[in-house]
């Protein structure tokens, strides 16, 4: 496999995430060329490429990845066009960063992965806060025995507001579009798989959340093969910011992840303190994580080496959100091995 010194990158969807990457690509990362972007949403493309100097803008992604100056891609448009892009890009030789999910089909994604192997390409899954350096400060804590064996992990996820109810009826539903996040959290802090599951859960946020079939507030527990016992807490309404914590509780002590603020000013008057919020979203919260790990895929197809997030570790959250349905269904734990 060649080792280009600057590689040439295609990136598919202009959405949110899509437009952080492809302002990282252009702005932040000197080994990556941002050769072309492609989008059904060709004003925002066109604009996009003006702003960052990119050559070209297409709407056929087939027509990019036939390109032979584009060496990998990113794949940031809508979740049901993931599988067919992913298994395309593979055949043409493109390395892959896909974001997640790469889908709620358990056996498409076994068909990907089986594709991507056999074609020998890189495959990195967008769990971007695996990224970002407090978690991965906790990480280097536990691995390396500074809090002892640990005993407890904590996650606390919630959302600033609830998605819009379009977005509800077709995303799988909160343990598949949300909690996702923090099962791939879980397995990542404590180096372990998880062997069971049990969730609960309410609509308490949002009445048209429940009519559309889904729950805005859980509690989950999982029970990882170590021993390790573990709590997720999700909402998707806190309305003082975007809240996100983890604490991991050992044999000879504790580390925890607060909230960073948007800054450090803290005013003290008569009617007493203020500091400033929490971040709004996602986007604010893990944008140097979202750049660390598009500068870890580029430097993977440099050096060949394996991803921190692989195609196996997209898969794994998505048995654990199909377990946490069927527990919340069923109302008792559940194995993962009972998921197919």
Do not use: W
């Amino acid at each position: 496999m060649n080792k280009p010194s600057k590689l040439g990158i295609g990136v598919i969807g202009t959405g949110r995430i899509g437009k952080l990457h492809i302002q990282h690509l252009s702005q932040n990362i000197p080994d990556a060329d941002l050769i072309a972007i492609c989008s059904l949403d060709t004003k925002t493309a066109e604009t996009l490429a003006l702003q960052f100097n990119i050559p070209k803008v297409t709407t056929d992604y087939k027509s990019l990845l036939t390109n032979p100056k584009i060496d990998a891609v990113i794949v940031a448009s809508s979740t049901d066009t993931h599988v067919e892009i992913c298994q395309a890009a593979a055949e043409e030789g493109k390395h892959i960063f896909c974001e997640k999910p790469i889908t709620l089909d358990l056996e498409q994604i076994d068909e990907t992965l089986a594709i991507v192997e056999k074609a020998g390409v890189i495959f990195q899954v967008g769990f971007n806060r695996r990224f970002d350096v407090n978690f991965m400060r906790v990480r280097e804590d536990i691995v390396s025995g500074k809090i002892g064996e640990p005993h407890i992990l904590r996650i606390t996820s919630r959302d600033p507001t609830p998605p819009p109810i379009e977005y509800v009826k077709v995303s799988g539903g909160i343990f598949l579009d949300m909690t996702i996040h923090d099962f791939d959290m879980a397995r990542y802090l404590i180096c372990d798989e998880v062997v069971e599951i049990y969730a609960v859960g309410g609509v308490r946020v949002d009445p048209q959340i429940g009519e559309a079939g889904d729950i805005d507030t859980v509690i989950i527990t999982l029970r990882f093969q170590n021993g390790v016992l573990a709590t997720i807490d999700n909402s998707r309404e806190a309305v003082y910011g975007y809240d996100q914590r983890v604490e991991v509780f050992g044999s000879k002590g504790m580390v925890t992840v607060g909230n960073p603020k948007t800054d450090t000013v803290t005013f003290s008057g008569s009617q007493g303190s203020r500091s400033a919020p929490l971040p709004d979203f996602f986007v604010q919260r893990y944008k140097d994580a979202y750049l660390t790990e598009l500068q870890a895929f580029v430097r993977c197809i440099q050096e060949e080496t394996q991803p921190l997030v692989t195609g196996t570790d997209g898969r794994v959250p998505i048995v654990m959100g199909y377990a946490a349905l069927k527990s919340l269904r069923e109302n008792r734990p559940v194995l993962l091995s009972e998921i197919s």
